[in-house]
């Protein structure tokens, strides 16, 4: 124009032009949601797009005959955008490894109704047993404390102290499973274990220095400490957990979590999110577990996430807890050695390491 000034174009231009593109580079929007999700950042699918293969259909063996409901095998994980990717590779790693793969339901926990999330995971596995149910975060939100890493503040993060209120009183035991992690043995042996009239069952690590996971202000509180007296606590790792539910139905577990969660914001007692509550109430209580269904810290620690290697000894399941998470490393093309016992799980349809096939 006479004066120089740029006009916008008008909105049927860009109309135009948008339309243009998706017709030359129908690759590219799918290329870009690509790009989110390595980078953990995951976009709402649009409904003709799958980001995801579709894992295969996993049947029955001969030996899973008989017992009907009896034999079904509940298995509860948070469902997050952030950690799909993750959550799919743990799913059909307990599928694959399964004896009985269709007696196996899953019980999804999200903070949101999220229409592009449940329909990757419908069209992901067409023939998965599974119920979601949303978890109300302003149920948390006022009572957490910002904690070592921004991760574990999410609400989310948190659902695993509600569980016996989240999940329907039909179903009385549940294996709780992170979304950072793949089970390499049937879930089933996991899930026949004795609990021997005990809440949880999980590994414990009673090498770990117990000490620091609570602060000094904790420790030189005589009331504070006297909470583990006549206990002999040891750490455990809240990412594999099997739990009766129907026993932390009958006491207030979740109310002494909660409680404690209220000394956390008077009182900085603790770093580590969620994980402090479970100790507090639970540490020393426990059924303990082989060590092999919780091979855990392969993600390193929760500021820099270094590589580390297994520990000796045989494993039923490998869990990315700390700061490393596979997917991202692989992509990054720096992954650490054990990130590659995670990649043949992998169904994110533009990975960049080898997928499962089958």
């Given amino acids: 124009m006479a004066n120089g000034s740029s006009q916008p174009a008008p909105l049927s231009l860009h109309l135009h032009l948008g339309l243009l593109s998706l017709l030359l580079f129908p690759g590219l929007a799918l290329v870009s949601a690509a790009a989110a999700i390595r980078h953990g950042v995951i976009r709402k699918p649009s409904a003709d797009i799958s980001y995801f293969r579709e894992a295969p ?39 694959k490894h399964s004896t009985c793969p269709e007696d196996v339901e899953f019980h999804f926990i999200w903070a949101r109704y999220d229409p592009g999330v449940y329909s990757t995971i419908r069209s992901t596995f067409p023939n998965l047993n599974f119920r979601v149910y949303r978890f109300n975060s302003n149920r948390v939100r006022d009572k957490i404390s910002k904690s070592i890493r921004q991760a574990l503040d999410q609400p989310l993060n948190y659902a695993r102290i509600y569980l016996a209120e989240i999940i329907p009183a039909d179903v009385k035991r549940v294996i709780y499973l992170d979304s950072d992690l793949v089970v390499v043995d049937d879930i089933a042996k996991l899930w026949t274990v004795d609990m021997e009239n005990k809440v949880l069952a999980a590994p414990e690590y009673c090498h770990a220095n117990f000490t620091n996971y609570f602060s000094g202000e904790f420790w030189s509180d005589p009331n504070m400490a006297g909470t583990f007296e006549g206990r002999k606590p040891c750490y455990f790792n809240t990412g594999v957990m099997v739990v ?8 207030e577990y979740t109310q002494k979590m909660e409680d404690w969660m209220a000394v956390q914001k008077r009182k900085r007692i603790y770093d580590l999110g969620s994980l402090p509550p479970f100790l507090l109430v639970w540490a020393g209580y426990i059924k303990a577990v082989d060590h092999r269904w919780n091979q855990h810290g392969l993600g390193g620690d929760n500021l820099e996430g270094q590589c580390r290697r297994l520990h000796p000894g045989p494993v039923s399941l490998l869990h990315w807890s700390g700061k490393g998470k596979p997917w991202l490393r692989l992509d990054s093309r720096k992954p650490c050695s054990v990130d590659h016992l995670w990649a043949p799980y992998d169904l994110f349809r533009l990975s960049s390491t080898h997928t499962f096939d089958g």
């Avoid at 899973?64 to 948070?78: E, P, Q, Y």
């Avoid at 009766?244 to 006491?251: A, P, V, Y």
């Fill in 57 to 95: 259909a996993f049947r029955n063996g001969d030996a899973c005959t008989g017992h009907g409901d009896g034999r079904r095998i509940h298995v509860s994980m948070t469902l997050d955008s952030n950690y799909l990717r993750g959550t799919i590779a743990a799913v059909l790693s307990v599928l």
């Fill in 244 to 251: 009766d539910l129907e026993r932390w139905r009958g006491g």
